[in-house]
C-alpha cells in the first residue's frame, strides 16, 4: 500500500476528544504513516506537542493563526523559541495573513460596528475602518514575530493566507533562502502558484480537489510539478468526497491521493516518493 503523511491537521481540537486512538488508529489503516498537528496559539501548540510526545507517528508545528491575532501576547518570540526545541516541533504554522473577516465586515473584532465596506458602491475608495488598519497591522507584527523565531531555528513555516496573499507572499519574500513555506489549502491560480515556488516555497492541497466545484484546484494541481507540493487534510475541515460535510480526519487522505494522482496523471506509488520526499526535505525534523 501507497503510504502518505498528513501534513497539516489540527489534532489537538475537542472534535477528536471523544475517539482520539480510533482516528489515529484509522490513519494508519489508511496508509497514513505521519500526521503533523498545527498549532493554532501558544496553547494549542502545546497541546499538539504534547499529542507528540504521546504518539510516535504524531509531530507539531507552533504558531499563533492570523484570525485570532488580536488575542496574541505582545511577543511571541520567547515562548515559540523554547517549543521549537522540542525534537518533534518540525515547522512553525500556522503563520500569515487573513484579510476574509475584518472587523468593518463583521462587526465583531475589536469594538465598534461600521458599515460593510462591500456594500459601498465599488467607485468609491474602500473604507478601511481604524479597527481594520489596527488588525491587519497586528498579524503582520506576529506574521514578522514568528519569521523571525523560524529563521533563527532553522525552521520553515506553514502559511496560512486568505484574501492577503500579495501581502503575504512579500512579507515572506525578505526571508527566501532563510525560510521557506508551505502555502497551506492552496486554492490559487497557477500564476500565484508559480509566484510561491519562485521563491523557494511550496505548496499543499486539501479535500477541496475532490470536490465537484474544484475544478480551479485541480488545475493548480495538474500544472504543479511533482516534487513541489505536499498533501494534507486541515482536519476537522474539509473533508473529502465521499466524507464532504462531515468530520474530516488525517485518513482521507487516501480519497485526496487518488484524486491527485488521477490529476497528475501518475500511480500511487509515484505520488507517494515524490510527496513524502518533499515533506522530508521541507520538515527535516520528521524521523525517515
Ligand atoms: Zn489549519
Known amino acids: 500500500m501507497a503510504t502518505f503523511f498528513d501534513t497539516h491537521a489540527h489534532l489537538d481540537y475537542p472534535d477528536y476528544a471523544s475517539d482520539f486512538a480510533e482516528v489515529i488508529a484509522r490513519a494508519h489503516a489508511a496508509g497514513i504513516s505521519k500526521i503533523i498537528s ?3 496559539s501558544l496553547d494549542s501548540s502545546e497541546r499538539a506537542i504534547r499529542l507528540a510526545e504521546k504518539f510516535p507517528a504524531i509531530y507539531a508545528a507552533v504558531g499563533w493563526h492570523p484570525s485570532d491575532a488580536m488575542k ?9 523559541r523554547e517549543m521549537c526545541k522540542h525534537p518533534k516541533v518540525v515547522a512553525i504554522g500556522e503563520i500569515g495573513l487573513d484579510y476574509h473577516r475584518l472587523p468593518s465586515m463583521s462587526g465583531t473584532q475589536g469594538g465598534a460596528s461600521v458599515p460593510a465596506s462591500r456594500l459601498v458602491s465599488s467607485l468609491a475608495p474602500p473604507i478601511q475602518s481604524a479597527d481594520d488598519a489596527r488588525y491587519k497591522q497586528k498579524q503582520a507584527d506576529i506574521f514578522q514575530q514568528q519569521l523571525e523565531v523560524a529563521a533563527e531555528a532553522g525552521l520553515n513555516c506553514v502559511i496560512h493566507q486568505r484574501d492577503a496573499f500579495d501581502d503575504t507572499l512579500a512579507q515572506l519574500k525578505p526571508f ?3 525560510v521557506r513555506g508551505v502555502f497551506h489549502c492552496f486554492g490559487e491560480n497557477t500564476g500565484r502558484m508559480k509566484q510561491v515556488l519562485d521563491i523557494g516555497s511550496l505548496v499543499s492541497f486539501t ?3 475532490t470536490f465537484k466545484n474544484g475544478q480551479n484546484v485541480r488545475d493548480t494541481v495538474a500544472a504543479t510539478p511533482l516534487d513541489k507540493f505536499m498533501l494534507e487534510t486541515d482536519c476537522p475541515y474539509l473533508a473529502p468526497v465521499p ?6 480526519e488525517p485518513a482521507y487522505v487516501k480519497e485526496i491521493s ?6 497528475k496523471n501518475c500511480s500511487l506509488e509515484e505520488l507517494s516518493a515524490a510527496t513524502c520526499k518533499t515533506a522530508h526535505e521541507f520538515f527535516p525534523k520528521l524521523a525517515a
Open 207 to 209: 479535500g477541496i480537489v
Open 258 to 263: 487518488e484524486t491527485v494522482a488521477q490529476v
Open 38 to 40: 498545527i498549532g493554532t
Open 176 to 178: 527566501a533562502g532563510k
Open 72 to 80: 496574541a501576547p505582545s511577543d511571541l518570540r520567547p515562548a515559540l
Open 243 to 248: 466524507y464532504r460535510g462531515k468530520r474530516c
